[in-house]
């Protein structure tokens, strides 16, 4: 598992402050023309000469793009990325188990508010005070150019869509439909800071067990690999780590989330 170094804030430009506002009542898809969309990604962390950091600025780079959210906003040592949904407000994303996250956990009361950073459940859960719950753990992975293992053939009866959008906004998606059908898988990457992101891979319960997680992979990966970005970071739940080891994905950080739910602050 690699080991993090510190890392300092990152300096952004003054106009960071006022698009990032601005992208809370506004996503991605409102933008019309590239050169908003060119400036929001402009704004975003830039690649460091760090290998172990670079890898998580890229993820949380590339996860505001899938997300169509604000882009990371530096907050001392870690980021925050505005997200403005119901249930996930904003998330504060951090590289190594830092005081900074203690300070956030004594300050924060507002539900929905995320803690997240390279570091184990325990050592999130040593930072923060009692109304943090801790979530499901995760897993921060990595792959290089090696092509995935298996054939990746998709189940018969099943299509495979490719949507290729990487020339104008960075991101492609994957969806497999089933024979009647209804979506059965999907899956997005963006491609930022020399890396693939990938992000929602998701098989419907309806469809599982079938190697459609596999199929799905694999054409993602084609996508990364034909635009020059075979290495890829994603951020695994341990269900889905299990179907990623078996395609050669190798484990880079653990990844741990706390959040204070709406329950937590009615108590």
């Known amino acids: 598992m690699s080991r993090l170094a510190p890392v300092a804030a990152?300096?952004?430009?003054?106009?960071?402050d006022a698009i990032h506002a601005r992208s809370r009542q506004s996503t991605f898809n409102s933008l019309t023309n590239m050169v908003a969309y060119e400036t929001i990604v402009r704004m975003m962390p830039a690649p460091t000469t760090d290998i172990a950091l670079d890898i998580f600025t890229a993820w949380i780079r590339g996860w505001a793009i899938t997300r169509e959210v604000a882009p990371p906003v530096a907050h001392r040592d870690g980021f925050r990325i505005d997200v403005g949904l119901p249930r996930q407000a904003a998330r504060y994303v951090f590289p190594r188990p830092s005081p900074t996250l203690s300070e956030l956990g004594e300050s924060l009361r507002q539900p929905w508010v995320f803690l997240k950073?390279?570091?184990?459940?325990?050592e999130l859960r040593a930072l923060l005070p009692a109304p943090w719950q801790?979530?499901?753990?995760?897993?921060?992975?990595?792959?290089?150019?090696?092509?995935?293992s298996g054939?990746?053939?998709?189940?018969?009866?099943?299509?495979?869509?490719?949507?290729d959008d990487v020339v104008r906004t960075r991101r492609a998606h994957v969806r497999v439909v089933a024979p009647n059908g209804d979506l059965a898988a999907s899956g997005h990457i963006v491609l930022t800071q020399g890396r693939a992101i990938y992000d929602r891979i998701v098989t419907e319960p309806a469809h599982q067990r079938r190697g459609l997680g596999s199929a799905l992979m694999h054409a993602l990966q084609g996508l990364a690999h034909a635009h020059g970005r075979p290495s890829g970071v994603l951020v695994a739940t341990p269900d889905g780590r299990r179907l990623y080891e078996s395609l050669g994905w190798r484990l880079h950080a653990p990844w741990a989330t706390a959040v204070i739910p709406d329950d937590a602050v009615a108590s």
């Open 151 to 163: 054939s990746g053939a998709l189940a018969p009866g099943y299509a495979l869509h490719l949507d």
């Open 134 to 148: 801790m979530q499901p753990d995760g897993f921060m992975m990595t792959c290089d150019s090696t092509r995935f």
């Open 117 to 122: 950073a390279c570091a184990t459940t325990e």
């Open 10 to 16: 990152c300096e952004l430009p003054a106009e960071a």
